[in-house]
């Protein structure tokens, strides 16, 4: 008995030190578990950023594109990279959370653009999600990180530094959920908040028509008329918001002319009808049954709205 309990640790030893470890990057077919064995273990917090991104990676960690591609779809890098065709990936490390989900981190380069990504393999080792974490920056103002903290939270952040010096930050986070996905939880910045332009699709379609051009309450609430191809028919896009910003509405579509100088939105699948009775370079609309399918509850396109001369814009 005593000889069994000597001999089989023996036994045991030997039989570990000869199974074979495959070589990642060899021609034999690797498994999934064999890709996620590759990548060394780390603690949490795990980060990237711009300036470690910029160092030379060891080809120690090299890993084959198409052993990367065997187990991560190559949409994940097509927004950075395009076409996933020489792409140089290199391993930087894993994170598996016990009875659940596996980190596996890497990093892409090709042709001076470096990329830092966390994908997610659920607990039956199927790939289930992924996003870059941080990039490389040509531009020593603007500085880039992301990992993963201790509580599995994935943080995002962009540094800009202003002409002032001042550092302007976005910063995201992230967590991943049951149902295979990044949700994005929380945004932060203070970024200066830059009034934006409103883009009118319909803008550049000819406006020969007598009734055709833009027409203004403010800049935030107009009615755009544009030719419908025949006389009796034109296009409108309307834009409103309420002045206090809580209900907001837009409108697309197609008009009839119902009367001498009134036009009808009356689509047969939409329950909102709506005229334009236009007079006088202006245009006074009536909701004839109610829109809510294209505004907020508290608000109607009801209003008059007074017509611009070609040369004044929306705002």
Known sequence: MRLLIVVLPIVLLLSS???????????????VMDFIQSFQDQELPINFNSINLDKKESDSFYIKSKKVLQFIPDSLFKKSFGKATDIKFYRKGKYNVESEETYVFLVAEKKGKKVAYITCFDKKLNYSAGMELAQKSD?????????????????????????????????????????????????ESNEPVEESSVYNPIDTLPAKNPFSGNYIQNKN???????????????VFIKLVTQDGNCEG?????????????????????????????????????ELEACGNHRGVRCSFDGSYTKKSKKSSLR
């Not at 992301?146 to 930050?169: F, M, P, Q, R």
């Not at 009134?262 to 009536?286: A, L, M, T, W």
Request: net charge positive; glycine share 6%; aromatic share 8%.
């Open 17 to 31: 030190c000869g199974k074979k470890i495959k070589d990642i990057n060899g021609d034999e077919p690797i498994e």
């Open 221 to 235: 609430n107009f009615v755009s008329i544009r030719d419908g191809g025949k006389p009796n028919k034109l296009m």
């Open 250 to 286: 837009t409108l697309r579509g197609d008009l009839i002319q119902v009367k001498p100088k009134v036009f009808q939105y009356n689509k047969s699948d939409d329950h909102c009808i709506i005229e334009f009775n236009f007079k006088n370079n202006s245009v006074n609309i009536k």
């Open 139 to 187: 531009n020593p103002l603007l500085v880039y990180e992301g990992g993963i903290d201790k509580k599995l939270t994935v943080i995002k952040i962009k540094n800009k530094k202003s002409a002032e010096s001042k550092i302007i930050y976005n910063k995201s986070a992230y967590v991943y959920n049951t149902a295979g996905l990044f949700t994005l939880i929380l945004t």
